[in-house]
């Protein structure tokens, strides 16, 4: 009988699995799909010759996360590759915003908007590094973090304070407006909210644009090179070594709960795996308390606030083989990472508009990876590894362009939106459909088939508005990863600090689990963990 079982190899079920194995844990994992990793896989399916990331790409916060840092997964392999620039923002006329690693490269691009701008983009970042430390504690340690919060409260008096305060949570239409007089600066604070579901228009998107630029800025938009799954296999060996195992094709129905308290799981195939210490749920919120746990197990109160929990939106994704660079307008974004697709902020506003009317966006925004511009390992030389998503609501009513989308994503519905995709790209690469040797599409039912934590093609587990995060999170007065059912611990992006690749909510659930046996006694590496948690020490291993 393992100590621990983990519900879920995603990049947090793996990461909580590898933590519990330090502190001497027996640990095993279980996951419904063939192989792990959740939604960080890489695959040869578009094309034999090219690699492609099936869902996630480009990792700023796993490059910043301190619980990811603590693993050493450089030790099995884990190597980081970067384009010239992070990210690039190109209009029709040829105009770019450029966000590189160095901060003079970005000031310059953003100068060309407007002469002043460079100097804003500077204070911007002058901010950012008076502030970073504690920012990161707070962001990566479990809710609430009072003595990052403490920290973060003194150092925000020292750099302005309430003002401060007041611009992190303006929306980023509104941020973008007071700190810069040309487009570009704007353009790089509103395509970084709109990586999460966060409108132009919507309270606290300047702050996370703000939050991801500068991430953008101090560590770049890495990526595994090789592809988004060698981090899975670095976090798979990792735990192995440690004694761990992982077994794919196994998908948990149920949690067994006696007396109040977790005691295992059972899966589809029958097999009761009993765990002696925790549960572990890498899974969404709603999978965890709408059917894994039997709701005579739970508080009237939560199944209540359940009913008003909300998704993020939906998203579409097309991959490419490409036979060459994509030809860009603008040439410079030919250099980044990361390319934003919207014609202005009045675009992103107009496209944020569309799905909060429930219609599929006519003209979408689209965020496009550049893979090999990326990591060359990713396609032949002189060719590009290429993908680009988008996103429509879940419940779709009307089609604002005239593809008669529903919302029912058949064949013919995929293909109409795919197109629509590529028309978007060739606004700012004319000739790009002349390029694509592949494709494939992956609609948001598609997504949710290949990851169930994908609800509806949602990447981020919940919307990362300011109604559900924090004490928020995942429902009103809860923020931890600690669950109504003794040793049961939400272990899932659908926690605190939420979506995104780094580690934090399936570290914070190690870590609640090992609280919860202390007085069985203490290994080392759990007085460790124990102390350094109350401390707030960013580290976690």
């Known amino acids: 009988m393992p100590d621990a079982v983990v519900i879920g190899a995603g990049p947090n079920g793996l990461v909580a699995a590898n933590l519990l194995a330090d502190a001497g844990w027996s640990v095993e994992v279980l996951e419904e799909q063939g192989a792990p990793g959740g939604a960080v896989r890489h695959d040869r399916e578009v094309h034999p010759d ?42 029709t006329d040829g105009s770019c915003a450029l966000l590189g690693r160095n901060v003079e490269d970005t000031a310059a691009a953003l100068s060309a908007f407007s002469p002043g ?52 949570v303006l929306p980023v239409r509104r941020l973008g407006e007071e700190e810069f007089e040309g487009e570009g600066g704007r353009l790089l604070l509103a395509g970084n909210a709109l990586h999460a579901d966060l409108a132009p228009e919507a309270a606290g998107s300047g702050g996370f644009g703000w939050l991801m630029s500068m ?39 149920e949690v067994v709960v006696r007396g109040g308290r977790a005691v295992g799981v059972r899966t589809a195939g029958g097999e009761a795996v009993a765990a002696s ?13 709408g059917g894994l746990v039997d709701e005579a197990h739970l508080p009237a109160q939560l199944l209540a606030d359940l009913r008003r929990f909300q998704w993020d939106f939906a998203t579409f994704k097309v991959d490419w083989a490409l036979s060459g660079p994509v030809p860009w307008t603008a040439e410079r974004a030919a250099s980044a990472g990361t390319v934003h697709l919207a014609d202005g902020m009045d675009e992103l506003t107009r496209f944020a508009a569309q799905i909060a009317m429930h ?27 290429a993908w680009a998503y988008t996103h429509v609501p879940h419940r779709i009513t009307g089609d604002a362009g005239d593809g008669g989308l529903t919302g029912s ?15 978007q790209v060739e606004r700012f690469a004319p000739g790009f459909r002349g390029l694509i040797r592949a494709r494939r599409i ?57 979506g995104g690749v780094h580690g934090a909510p399936g570290s914070n659930a ?23 948690d109350r401390k707030g020490d960013r580290t976690a291993s």
């Open 359 to 385: 219609q599929v966006p006519d003209r979408p925004f689209a965020i496009f990876g550049q893979m090999t511009t990326s990591d060359a390992t990713r396609s032949p030389q002189g060719t590009e590894s």
């Open 117 to 168: 701008d460079g100097e804003a983009w500077r204070e911007l970042h002058r901010i950012w590094q008076r502030l970073r430390p504690d920012i990161l504690d707070a962001l990566f340690t479990p809710f609430p973090p009072v003595r990052a919060g403490a920290r973060l409260a003194m150092r925000l008096r020292g750099a302005g304070g309430l003002r401060l305060a007041r611009s992190l």
């Open 50 to 91: 090219y690699v492609s990331d099936v869902f996630s790409s480009f990792y700023p916060l796993a490059a910043a996360s301190p619980v990811l840092a603590g693993l050493r997964l450089d030790r099995e392999g884990l190597r980081w590759s970067h384009a010239p620039y992070v990210l690039a923002h190109p209009l």
């Open 277 to 289: 210490r925790a549960v572990l749920a890498d899974v969404s919120v709603p999978a965890l308390y």
């Open 409 to 423: 994503w058949d064949r013919r519905e995929q293909e109409v939106m795919a197109d629509r995709v590529e028309a």
């Open 215 to 253: 991430l953008g800025q101090t560590h770049g938009f890495p990526v595994p090179t090789g592809g988004s799954g060698v981090l899975t296999q670095a976090l798979v060996r990792r735990l192995e070594k440690r004694g761990g195992a992982v077994r794919c094709g196994e998908r948990v129905t």
């Open 442 to 498: 992956l609609a948001p039912p598609t997504l949710e088939s290949m990851n169930a934590n994908l609800h509806g093609g949602a990447i981020n587990g919940g919307t990362t508005a300011m109604h559900q995060q924090l004490v928020f999170r995942p429902v009103p007065g809860t923020g931890r990863p600690e669950t109504p059912v003794k040793g049961l611990y939400l272990a899932s992006a659908g926690a605190h600090p939420g």
């Open 510 to 532: 190690a870590r609640a689990a090992l609280r919860g046996h202390l007085p069985t006694g203490l290994t080392r590496v759990q007085r460790v963990l124990t102390r350094r």
